[in-house]
């Protein structure tokens, strides 16, 4: 080691933040640094050749000796012992002792290192509160981004989900019936005259009327059915899990009866009405995406002309 280097591990060694000390086996003190000599309220060196027990109150004196050294004999080491050191005035200083033993030069060493017991509980504070920190900004972003995903996939009005989680929605059904042999059904369901309310009594009010649409017809489908608003008045209900299209026509008949009691908007009872088109289909086993995105297209399109073709008949029998 060059005269420089020695110079710059006096100098570590001196000044560091830490307590240090070199002693023998026998506790006796080889050397001890600036920072713990500061501590003892004594001068530089004067601790070198006095023991480590002389440094600590009675009772940390018995502990070190009955509990602490026997460890530091079997295990070569001690981890963050809790004790203090006496100042020139009998003031205590509370410290975090960490000794490990080693040999050098055929001569048993232990170096040992104090930390200021209140920067370490400080300096463990702050890395709590920036842990908490961390994971706070972390559930604050999991938060975010859940709903930043509800809100692409729902409806903002009616808080139902919208078309895009219906076409997500419909074709994972139809992955699901082509492993299952079922069938899976569409609803495709139009509120008429809607835009007899919205002229009359305003935008508002043709915006309740939409809410209260969809509360009632998620009360009238299955659990497993979703209810999605499509556009503007339309509401398009997947029927996934079907057995046979006679349950998708039970469904079919509960959405159209679910808005036969009148309900009042702006303080005017309308009697609301719906127009519902059904579609179902099977789904070949082993049927790839592309055959179910097919699939999907057609019991969109087969849905809705079915719906137009029930408004339709509803005109002729209203005329």
Known sequence: MSAAEGL????????????????????????????????A???EGALDGTRLLDLLPAGDRLMFRTHALPK?????????????????????????????????????????????????????????????????AGAERARLLREAHHRALHDPLTGLPNRRHLQESLLEALARAGSDGQRVGLLFCDVNDFKLVNDSLGHAAGDQ??????????????????????SGD??????PGLERSSELDAVAARVRGCLAAAVTIEGTPLR??????????A?????????????????????????????????????
């Open 209 to 230: 009327v939409l809410e209260h649409v969809g509360r009632m017809l998620s009360g009238a489908v299955r659990g497993a059915d979703v209810v999605t608003r499509y």
């Open 72 to 136: 530091l004999e079997r295990d070569g080491h001690l981890a963050e012992l809790s004790l203090s050191v006496l100042g020139a005035g009998g003031e205590r200083h509370a410290v975090l002792l960490t000794v490990t033993r080693t040999r050098a030069a055929g001569q048993l060493r232990d170096l040992m290192i104090f930390f200021a017991a209140p920067e370490r509980r400080r300096y463990e504070r702050e890395l709590a509160s920036a842990h908490r920190q961390l994971e706070d």
């Open 283 to 319: 789904v070949p086993a082993g049927a790839g995406v592309d055959q179910r995105q097919d699939l999907m297209r057609l019991l969109l399109t087969d849905a809705d002309q079915d719906m137009y073709r029930a408004k339709t008949r509803m005109r002729a029998d209203a005329g």
């Open 234 to 239: 339309e509401f398009v209900i997947l029927v």
């Open 8 to 39: 710059d591990y006096r100098c570590l060694f001196q000044s560091a933040p830490a307590g240090y000390i070199v002693a023998g086996a026998d506790g006796v003190i080889v050397a001890a640094n600036d920072t713990l000599c500061g501590w």
């Open 272 to 281: 609301l009405g719906i127009a519902v088109g059904a579609a179902d289909t």
């Open 41 to 43: 309220g004594v001068p």
